[in-house]
């Protein structure tokens, strides 16, 4: 019986792990991959909204905001428009 139990319990981990398998081949579900902790979830990854040319341009808008801020004419201005 214990023989009989050890088997089915055998093949049906085996029976799982090629399931896995072929869903990953098959359908690129990444299972195989998130059951071995690779990656965070075994979804597909949503496309990537913004490229890194976006990054740039919106880096130099912020150090040109940046540049005008810290300009002490700026900040005179500021004192004035608050008395």
Aim: charged share 25%.
């Amino acid at each position: 019986m214990d023989l009989l139990i050890f088997t089915l319990l055998f093949v049906g981990i085996l029976a799982l792990c090629v399931f896995g398998y072929w869903l990953d081949s098959r359908y690129n579900m990444q299972i195989v991959k998130w059951m071995n902790m690779e990656v965070s979830s075994p979804f597909k990854e949503k496309p990537q909204k913004y490229t890194d040319a976006d990054y740039l341009q919106l880096k130099t808008r912020v150090e040109n905001l940046e540049k005008i801020v810290t300009e002490p004419k700026w900040e005179l201005e500021q004192k004035i428009k608050n008395l």
